[in-house]
């Protein structure tokens, strides 16, 4: 199976702030990886897929990145409502392992 | 709009059975992969299994091999879990959520509680 693993795991920032979340996986995952926001209470949220694509409705200061082997979800100006725990998934095969989550606060 | 409303949850003993359903609308249900993702309460999200828009084709997580079995009903836009041999660490919020190239609209979840 494929590991995934984020960092940090939690992480203290203030308005306006940019926020940057690192996530790897184990193996070749091409450019199949997604970013999701969960806030309590709340099914999880898809902010980006296959590595860059923003979904439909997300704020454009949300971004997705790769570098290596490695992905990195960007905030570029961190708002009230981004307050949350933030997870990476990987959808190159099954089964479909989330990282560990960030959470933001 | 689209919904996804997950029914079935509960509390069930250890050894045990439950069927979880998820109605859809909204969407052209037979034309996406969905998928089942469980969380325990405080944990992250565990992916557990996905079937593709026929039905031909499913894959499930290693902990759930065997004994969970996800199905699809397209004339009624329902899809399945069905769970046997039910352990406490199933115990969780089980959700349904529809994929593109990620779960895009997700349900609001039903408690699946394995207790004696």
């Known amino acids: 199976d494929i590991q995934m693993t984020q960092s940090p795991s939690s992480l203290s920032a203030s308005v306006g702030d940019r926020v940057t979340i690192t996530c790897r996986a184990s193996?070749?995952?091409?450019?199949?990886l997604n970013w999701y926001q969960q806030k309590p209470g709340k099914a999880p949220n898809l902010l980006i897929y296959?590595?860059?694509t923003l979904q439909s409705g997300v704020p454009s200061r949300f971004s997705g990145s790769a570098s290596g082997t490695a992905f990195t979800l960007t905030i570029s100006s961190l708002q009230p409502e981004d307050f949350a725990t933030y997870y990476c998934?990987?959808?190159?095969?099954?089964?479909?392992?989330f990282g560990p989550g960030t959470k933001v606060d | 709009e689209v919904q996804l409303v997950e029914s079935g949850g509960g509390l069930v003993q250890p050894g045990g059975s439950l069927r979880l359903s998820c109605a859809a609308s909204?969407?052209?249900?037979?034309?996406?992969?969905m998928h089942w993702v469980r969380q325990v309460a405080g944990k992250g999200p565990v992916w557990v299994s996905r079937?593709?828009?026929?039905?031909?084709?499913?894959s499930y997580a290693d902990s759930v091999e065997g004994r969970f079995t996800i199905s699809r009903d397209n004339a009624k836009n329902t899809l399945y879990l069905q769970m046997n041999s039910l352990r406490a660490e199933d115990t969780a919020v089980y959700y349904c959520?529809?994929?593109?190239?990620?779960?895009?609209?997700w349900g609001q979840g039903t408690l699946v509680t394995v207790s004696s």
């Open positions: 079937i593709n828009e026929d039905g031909t084709t499913r």
């Open positions: 909204g969407f052209t249900f037979s034309k996406y992969w």
């Open positions: 193996q070749n995952i091409d450019k199949y």
């Open positions: 959520a529809r994929a593109t190239y990620g779960q895009d609209y």
């Open positions: 296959t590595t860059s």
């Open positions: 998934q990987q959808s190159h095969s099954p089964p479909l392992t």
